[in-house]
Structures are given as structure tokens and as C-alpha cells.
């Protein structure tokens, strides 16, 4: 089985075994969707059934099993992986293996073409997408992981959903 890394367990919360989840930002929904979470822990992956889930002011999961603080801290400090079937974007592409993008059609998530990338560029803040619709426009799209919903390698598409108004104010 092939794992992602999605995270850390960081320290123990409470009395009741909670642990406080450092996620990276991309796959916290992937996170909150899955009952089922992989710990590693001196190269042997676990798996942990989630009990509870609280993504509010601190991002903190309840296994079964763990009960008491003592027992959080067994894991804490341990990497966290969600089985690759278990993300979003199908086949996951690295940030380093983003130029395997080039060429790809962009679709929105209603379906609708919004261009084919042309280029990658890093910015300051983030990775750009420099794209080419039809009509020969170019504008900057944000390769950012949380606008990406969907990716099928055979038909060369990326589906996003991207903010309102992104493409629009670009012209």
C-alpha cells in the first residue's frame, strides 16, 4: 500500500487522549474525510481508527483506543499518512514534479475550459500557472493545492475550483 505524509502528531490535549495535528494545508480535508489515519513510528506504519475530530480553534483528533494523555504520547511527534487512494487528487504530483503540468488543460470544477498551462512560475508567495485560453489571453493562476480538486493524467486536465472572479479580473 502506498502512503502520503499529510502531517505530524504534535503534543497531547486534554484529559481524554486528544492530539494536536499539524497538517500541511493541502490535505486537511483529505484529513477530515478519512476515519481511518496511518502513524509512523520508527519506520512501521499504524493505522488509528479517528473518533472524534475537532477542526476549530486547534486542529485535534481522538483515536479509539487512546484514552488518557499517557497513551497520546506514545504517538506524539510521529509522522502522519493517509493511504494514497485516500487523497483528493488522485495522483498526488510533488511540488518538485509540477512542471509535469505543462501542457495541461485547466477546467473549472463546472466543467467549463479555462485554458491549457503554458508555463510555471514561482512568485514570491506562491507557484503560478501562466495559462493561454483560446482567444490567445494569458493570466496567472495559483497552483495552490487547496483550489486543485482533481487531476486526470490520460486526458492531460486539471480540475480546479477556483476563486470567483479570478480569470475575470485578469483581463
Given at each position: 500500500?502506498?502512503?502520503?505524509?499529510?502531517?505530524?502528531?504534535?503534543?497531547?490535549?486534554?484529559?481524554?487522549?486528544?492530539?494536536?495535528?499539524?497538517a500541511?494545508?493541502?490535505f486537511?480535508?483529505?484529513?477530515?474525510k478519512?476515519?481511518?489515519?496511518f502513524?509512523?513510528?520508527?519506520?512501521?506504519?499504524?493505522?488509528?481508527?479517528?473518533?472524534?475530530l475537532?477542526?476549530?480553534?486547534h486542529?485535534?483528533?481522538?483515536?479509539?483506543?487512546?484514552?488518557?494523555?499517557?497513551l497520546?504520547?506514545?504517538?506524539?511527534g510521529?509522522?502522519?499518512?493517509?493511504?494514497?487512494?485516500?487523497?483528493?487528487?488522485?495522483?498526488?504530483?510533488?511540488?518538485?514534479?509540477?512542471?509535469?503540468?505543462?501542457?495541461?488543460?485547466?477546467?473549472?470544477?463546472?466543467?467549463?475550459?479555462?485554458?491549457?498551462?503554458?508555463?510555471?512560475?514561482?512568485?514570491?508567495?506562491?507557484?503560478?500557472?501562466?495559462?493561454?485560453?483560446?482567444?490567445?489571453?494569458?493570466f496567472?493562476?495559483?497552483l495552490?493545492?487547496?483550489?486543485m480538486?482533481?487531476?486526470?493524467?490520460?486526458?492531460?486536465?486539471?480540475?480546479?475550483?477556483?476563486?470567483?472572479?479570478?480569470?475575470?479580473?485578469?483581463?
Amino acid at each position: 500500500m502506498e502512503y502520503i505524509t499529510v502531517g505530524k502528531l504534535n503534543k497531547s490535549f486534554g484529559t481524554k487522549g486528544q492530539i494536536r495535528v499539524d497538517a500541511d494545508s493541502a490535505f486537511k480535508s483529505d484529513l477530515i474525510k478519512s476515519d481511518v489515519w496511518f502513524v509512523e513510528k520508527s519506520g512501521t506504519v499504524i493505522p488509528y481508527f479517528v473518533e472524534s475530530l475537532d477542526d476549530n480553534a486547534h486542529f485535534l483528533v481522538k483515536f479509539e483506543d487512546i484514552d488518557a494523555p499517557e497513551l497520546a504520547k506514545k504517538i506524539t511527534g510521529s509522522i502522519l499518512k493517509l493511504r494514497k487512494s485516500d487523497i483528493s487528487i488522485k495522483d498526488h504530483i510533488e511540488e518538485n514534479e509540477l512542471d509535469k503540468l505543462l501542457g495541461f488543460s485547466i477546467q473549472s470544477k463546472s466543467g467549463d475550459t479555462v485554458g491549457k498551462i503554458q508555463s510555471i512560475e514561482e512568485y514570491p508567495q506562491q507557484l503560478m500557472a501562466i495559462v493561454t485560453d483560446d482567444a490567445e489571453r494569458r493570466f496567472l493562476i495559483p497552483l495552490a493545492s487547496e483550489f486543485m480538486i482533481d487531476l486526470d493524467i490520460e486526458k492531460s486536465i486539471l480540475i480546479m475550483s477556483l476563486p470567483e472572479g479570478l480569470i475575470e479580473s485578469q483581463f
